[in-house]
């Protein structure tokens, strides 16, 4: 029998070994750095997760309230006067995907590529400092990391991203190259070792994809090799020279395989980190839970604490990361409680009591039963849903 006897095997130019052997137990480390698990901070970057909208389109109004569309995944449009642009969940993917977040155009800006300095649209992705903490950013510490992405777009041409701490003033901006294939982009981030970044579960970190930004929202590009260097600004949401996506009527922007990781040195992305369905939903619940939708959809189990007022609870899948807010449709009998062999009908449910793991709600005096009496909450309309939001 032949054998093999080493120390280690290193690659020719390499300063460290890719295998270290023990000489008296015989067993080996090996230096992996593209199949390790957990690397990817980003929750649900394949796009997988639509716990709101189910694959259907949720729409953008100028100036109006952020909305989300696969989950995690924030949209803004503020300052414009005409842009609008729906966002959806499509069947449209790369190799090894099935999935990609869209965004449509559906009404552009009426001054074309010329933004107002306060306009800013686009997609946004927040961090926890949980998330980010062994990134050891704003510390002699810190680590450069990369980002990597799939992106197709209708109009070719540069396109803004810029990497910003929001719990203090850093921002870090770079334009990207994007096509009407799909292709990857790998950004190289230098470490940060100024300036404060959260730690426990408030926002430390986001990624601001710009669609749509004027001079005061824009900041000037880093490139993408981990070169440039942090600005002392946290008010860019994208980059200055970007194509203005929102000036241009049905224009399509794409995304999937969003990555963001500790660069292990060859400051070149690892392979996307493919995650369960299971395992993504679970961690996208932390953030935003739907509990129930649709016609005669139990939701909880409680009584009559007045013959006026019902009360129930229920219990969280997973720890929320704050005590969450009610997220629900309201309307005529939308809701429900089986009691005494038949329904008792109430329009609204209002949130009495909450913490990360469970919560108990009321019928807001919308009943009519026995004090004492148990009962079966149900939702009582198509349209009805009860959901709970703990977004950053």
Known sequence: MSEIKVNSIKGVGATTPAISIDNASGSCTANITNNLSNR???KNGAMMVDQRNGGSTA?????????YGCDRMQFQNNGTDQLAYNVQQVADAPAGFYY??????????????????????GMQYRMEGYDINHLNLGTANAKDFIISFYIKVSTAGNYGLAI???????????????????????????????????????????????FYNGSSRSGADQG????????????????????????INSATWQITGLQLEVDSGSGVATDFEHKSFAKELALCQRYYYKHAAGNNKDFGAGGYYYSYLAFGSLFFPVTMRVAPAMDHTTGTDYYGIYRDGALDGFNNLVLHSAHENSCAYDSGTGTSGTAGHAGRFVLNNSSAYLAFNAEL
């Open 40 to 42: 990817n901070i980003v």
């Open 59 to 67: 729409s953008s109004s100028p100036s109006g309230s952020a909305i």
């Open 164 to 210: 910003v701490n929001q719990s203090g003033t850093r921002s870090y901006c770079v334009l990207f190259a994007a096509t009407t294939s799909w292709t990857r982009v790998n950004i190289k981030v230098p470490k940060d070792t100024s300036g404060t970044y959260g730690a426990t579960n408030a926002q430390a970190l986001a990624l601001k994809f710009g």
């Open 224 to 247: 993408i090799t981990g070169t440039g260097s942090w600005q002392a600004s946290n008010a860019p949401q994208g980059t200055t020279g970007q194509t203005q996506l929102g000036g």
């Open 100 to 121: 990609s977040q869209k965004v449509t155009i559906t009404t552009p800006e009426s001054t074309g590529a010329t933004a107002g300095a306060d306009d800013r649209a």
